[in-house]
């Protein structure tokens, strides 16, 4: 059960919850759920991807994980499991799904920091409604050329 607690009635029935598991002698798991990035947040990140991809002249999954995760955000997409058979510890990365909405805007900012470095491509801020839209335009006509 989730409790927001922010509010005091929420607050008390998360108490009382709590002191109940405590009678019971319960075994429990205490999270902080934290919130998630917005549908418009993804909506931009493949935006941005796509124009510096189109730009840079390469795949969007390759400019996803070599640039944006491996390059520009490692200490946030970075993570290593141990391989249960061999043991060997392997790299991975995280999925831009699993972010919150602080890392999802900090990783955003650093790429488009990045591609004003690195291409001199300007990437819009989020509220830059009228640019956002000339860009999905501009990738909808390159994505139509190569179909057509």
Request: no cysteine.
């Amino acid at each position: 059960m989730i409790f927001d607690l922010s509010n005091p009635i929420m607050k008390q029935r998360a108490i009382r919850r709590i002191k109940h598991l405590f009678d019971k002698n319960a075994k429990i798991e205490v999270l902080e759920k934290k919130k998630n990035r917005t549908y418009s947040q993804n909506n931009y990140l493949h935006l941005i991807l796509s124009w510096y991809a189109l730009e840079y002249g390469d795949k969007l999954a390759e400019i996803k994980l070599e640039h944006f995760k491996k390059k520009v955000n490692p200490d946030i997409f970075k993570t290593t499991h141990v391989n249960r058979h061999t043991g060997e510890e392997r790299e991975d990365w995280r999925s831009s799904a699993s972010l919150n909405t602080e890392e999802f805007s900090l990783a955003t900012e650093r790429f488009r920091n990045y591609s004003a470095q690195t291409l001199g491509l300007y990437l819009p801020e989020p509220k830059d409604l009228i640019h956002l839209e000339e860009i999905k335009n501009k990738i909808e006509e390159h994505e139509n050329k190569i179909y057509l």
